[in-house]
């Protein structure tokens, strides 16, 4: 008889295991349901933003900042220096093994345009980067408006990282549109779908940090950055 009692209490706590795991699995399946949901939303929110972007129709800032990631964008740009959008221009994160004659050279400018109104800037080596130098060089000219220049689907965490570091700037998107979105049938494409997700991943990880720095860490700590610059 007591054999038979631990048999039915082992069994018993066999069974309770695994009603346990079971609901572990079926609640994590359903929490990893509801992630995928969420991630799938955001990324189509993500593409339709990007899609529709479109440039001012008649653009107009103090300065023009863009950056670098082909030479399709620095063309942009130094037109729109030309066009009188902005009064100089600082094309960030260049390679530096790029000079400025070549920049000159493939943009078709004078030498007295570059002389002049632009400046090359050749320490950023990301997005990140491209805003603290950019940033920099915003503050040091005290200028208000910039027309950023970059990628149409690079633009949203260009921006979110331009205005973390200098938020009392206004910063207008001026999107160089070389991936459409609205005409082409991207979806079919599987590279430029790996280059969209893997975009939309990195503005999620640098909106959760936004989040956390605004939200999490204490506002001295928040503000401490911002007060240095204004005090050199």
Same mark, same amino acid.
């Given at each position: 008889?007591?054999?038979?009692?631990?048999?039915?209490?082992?069994?018993?706590?066999?069974?309770?295991?695994?009603?346990?795991?079971?609901? #572990? *699995?079926? /609640? @994590?399946?359903?929490?990893? +349901?509801?992630?995928?949901?969420?991630?799938?939303?955001?990324?189509?929110?993500?593409?339709?933003?990007?899609?529709?972007?479109?440039?001012?129709?008649?653009?107009?800032?103090?300065?023009?900042?863009?950056?670098?990631?082909?030479?399709?964008?620095?063309?942009?740009?130094?037109?729109?220096?030309?066009?009188?959008?902005?009064?100089?221009?600082?094309?960030?994160?260049?390679?530096?093994?790029?000079?400025?004659?070549?920049?000159?050279?493939?943009?078709?400018?004078?030498?007295?345009?570059?002389?002049?109104?632009?400046?090359?800037?050749?320490?950023?080596?990301?997005?990140?980067?491209?805003?603290?130098?950019?940033?920099?060089? #915003? *503050?040091? /000219? @005290?200028?208000?408006?910039? +027309?950023?220049?970059?990628?149409?689907?690079?633009?949203?965490?260009?921006?979110?990282?331009?205005?973390?570091?200098?938020?009392?700037?206004?910063?207008?998107?001026?999107?160089?549109?070389?991936?459409?979105?609205?005409?082409?049938?991207?979806?079919?494409?599987?590279?430029?779908?790996?280059?969209?997700?893997?975009?939309?991943?990195?503005?999620?990880?640098?909106?959760?940090?936004?989040?956390?720095?605004?939200?999490?860490?204490?506002?001295?700590?928040?503000?401490?950055?911002?007060?240095?610059?204004?005090?050199?």
């Amino acid at each position: 008889m007591a054999d038979r009692g631990k048999w039915r209490d082992r069994a018993a706590r066999r069974r309770r295991s695994r009603s346990l795991l079971r609901k #572990i *699995l079926r /609640r @994590g399946f359903f929490v990893l +349901l509801a992630f995928l949901a969420i991630f799938v939303a955001g990324f189509l929110h993500f593409a339709d933003t990007v899609a529709s972007l479109q440039p001012p129709a008649t653009p107009k800032a103090d300065a023009i900042v863009v950056l670098t990631g082909g030479f399709q964008r620095i063309d942009q740009a130094v037109e729109l220096l030309k066009s009188g959008a902005g009064n100089r221009l600082l094309i960030s994160g260049v390679n530096p093994a790029t000079t400025e004659s070549q920049i000159r050279r493939n943009t078709q400018s004078s030498a007295d345009l570059f002389k002049c109104c632009v400046d090359i800037g050749h320490e950023a080596v990301d997005t990140i980067g491209n805003a603290t130098e950019a940033g920099q060089w #915003i *503050l040091d /000219r @005290g200028y208000r408006s910039v +027309l950023v220049v970059t990628n149409n689907y690079h633009m949203p965490r260009s921006l979110l990282e331009l205005r973390r570091v200098r938020p009392d700037t206004q910063f207008i998107a001026y999107p160089v549109v070389n991936s459409d979105l609205k005409t082409s049938n991207w979806l079919r494409n599987p590279l430029f779908i790996k280059a969209i997700l893997l975009e939309y991943a990195k503005y999620s990880v640098a909106s959760l940090r936004e989040f956390a720095r605004k939200h999490l860490v204490p506002d001295s700590e928040v503000d401490a950055p911002r007060q240095a610059p204004q005090e050199e």
